[in-house]
């Protein structure tokens, strides 16, 4: 199997070194003994679209800009045509302001908001499936190769999870790379982050594959498919409502994605078996169990 994962390779990844993620907390373990353990640092990042207060979300504060493009598009507040001309990021008062061309005013829109099953209070909008019913996913493959070798690229590349947990990751991809990896302490701000990255850069989804460490739910796949990514992957599990809308949209839904083992209930015709399981390493122990940490 592929190496350990250079992040030299990635457009984006994480830095558990960065000292503002995390901090060092002193408490005692299961012995009694004094212990000093890192943990993740959430802030909160008040979004603003135009004039208008939009939602104040909790987060890591890493690319904020990519976090409130991303969250603006998948709550269908930003058009993929719309000219954006200003993003401002204040960190002395953590709030970050996108300006556009086009006039707005969603105070209907806000007042229809309800609150989904991702973690840390995602939400979604009253019309969010209009734009998620008019989305046709093109006909790309996964070939197991590919998907084997992400995986162990991934869950080798060093990132936040790591260094001090409570965190999700959604990674970006093409074949058999990783191209973005972000991390955030809800996964829809993950995938918010990557949705806003590809828009600021102009990056074709049609050809990707999308990867999260978190639960396959309703919110993931809405989210994906109007990215208009066809592939989703995670090494959890799945929700009934995530299965039934992957199948509505034609995206092809993997889950359980760990060691030689996977299973698809969505999409499998894009599915490429060019690699015998048998020849895949096993997940080790150790990381099974920091990771199942990771998937509650």
């Known amino acids: 199997m592929a190496a350990q994962t250079d992040t030299r390779d990635l457009l984006v990844a994480p830095d558990p070194a960065d000292p503002r993620l995390t901090r060092r907390v002193a408490g005692i373990d299961h012995t009694g003994a004094r212990v000093e353990t890192s943990v993740t640092v959430e802030r909160p990042l008040t979004l603003y679209l135009n004039g208008q207060e939009i939602v104040t979300m909790m987060t890591i504060g890493d690319y904020p800009e990519y976090l409130a493009l991303g969250y603006l598009l998948n709550q269908n507040m930003l058009r993929r045509d719309d000219r954006v001309v200003a993003v401002e990021y204040d960190p ?129 796949v809405i989210k994906t498919v109007q990215m208009g990514i066809p592939i989703l992957v995670s090494r959890s599990g799945f929700t009934a409502w995530g299965v039934e809308l992957a199948r509505q949209a034609g995206l092809t839904l993997v889950g359980r994605a760990r060691g030689r083992r996977f299973i698809a209930l969505s999409g499998e015709e894009r599915i490429v078996f060019d690699l015998d399981p048998a020849m895949v390493e096993e997940e080790r122990a150790a990381h099974r169990r920091k990771a199942a940490e990771r998937d509650d």
Request: with cysteine; net charge negative.
């Open 92 to 220: 002395e008062i953590e709030t970050v302001v996108v300006r556009t061309e086009r006039r707005t005013d969603y105070e209907e829109k806000l007042r229809k908001k309800t609150l989904t099953s991702g973690c840390a209070q995602g939400t979604a909008f009253g019309d969010l499936m209009e734009r998620f019913e008019s989305v046709t996913l093109p006909p790309a493959e996964l070939r197991t190769s590919w998907l084997y070798r992400l995986t162990h690229a991934i869950n080798t590349t060093p990132s936040l999870y790591l260094e001090a947990g409570a965190i999700h990751g959604c990674v970006l991809c093409e074949a058999d790379r990783p191209l973005v990896y972000m991390e955030d302490v809800g996964r829809h701000n993950a995938v918010d982050k990557i949705a806003g990255y590809m828009f600021r850069h102009g990056i074709e989804p049609g050809n990707k594959i999308f990867y999260t460490t978190g639960r396959l739910t309703s919110e993931m």
